[in-house]
Each structure stands twice: as C-alpha cells, then as structure tokens.
C-alpha cells in the first residue's frame, strides 16, 4: 500500500508563508510523480503543482505561479510546497497526491491522495 500523509496546514495572515510537507510511506519516491490539489468550499477541487519522480520537471496553476514551490527529498520519502505571498483566496484543504512515474494536472489520473490539511488566510 501507498499511504501519503500531509502535514503543515494552519491559519496565517495574507502575505504570510506556509511550507506543506507529505511523507509517503509502503513505496519509495523515487518511481512516483507527485503533486498537490486543493478544494474550497463550494468550489471545484484544482490542481495546484506537481514535480516529476526525478524532480527535473514541474507544473505549476496560473494562479500559483511565482508564489509556490514544490520539491521533493526522494531519500527522505518527502514531498514539500512552500507557499509565499499568501491570499485569501488560497484557503483550501491541500492534498498530496501520487501517481507512478509521469505527471499531469488531471486529478483523475492520480490514484493515491492523502487526507488533506486545511490552510486557511485571513486578510
């Protein structure tokens, strides 16, 4: 089994920063692509980033681009979104998600997800 857990949420200010971490555990990294979603109330779940399984390659939503940074640690097992500038408007549950060896934006494609971890910026 692939069990992803995210850790790092909180309730910060607008302007703040945030980094999200997801420990993945019953695979090693290294062969998964990996990413982060998110879902607000009453709105569509949306991709947020993804990184390649070697790390070479990223996507990032528009709306994110310069303000978020996904890595990853494959000897760690670890992947990271460090969130800067901070909106309202990035108040969501995130989750971590993985899917083996290439990347996509498609939330469908992904077949394993964690939890979730709830950030939420007040203005």
């Known amino acids: 089994q692939v069990q992803l857990a995210e850790s790092g949420g909180g309730l910060v200010q607008a302007g703040d920063s945030l980094r999200l971490s997801c420990v993945v555990s019953?695979?090693?990294?290294?062969?998964?692509?990996m990413g982060w979603f998110r879902q607000a109330p009453g709105k569509e779940r949306e991709f947020v980033a993804a990184?390649?399984?070697?790390?070479?390659?990223?996507y990032y939503a528009d709306s994110v681009k310069g303000r978020f940074t996904i890595s990853r640690d494959n000897i760690k097992n670890t992947v990271f979104l460090q969130m800067n500038s901070l909106r309202p408007e990035d108040t969501a549950a995130y989750y971590c998600?993985?899917?083996?060896?290439?990347?996509?934006?498609?939330?469908?494609?992904?077949?394993?997800w964690g939890q979730g971890t709830q950030v939420t910026v007040s203005s």
């Open positions: 998600v993985a899917r083996f060896r290439s990347i996509t934006t498609a939330a469908a494609l992904y077949n394993y």
């Open positions: 019953g695979r090693t990294v290294s062969n998964y692509g």
């Open positions: 990184i390649s399984s070697s790390g070479d390659t990223t």
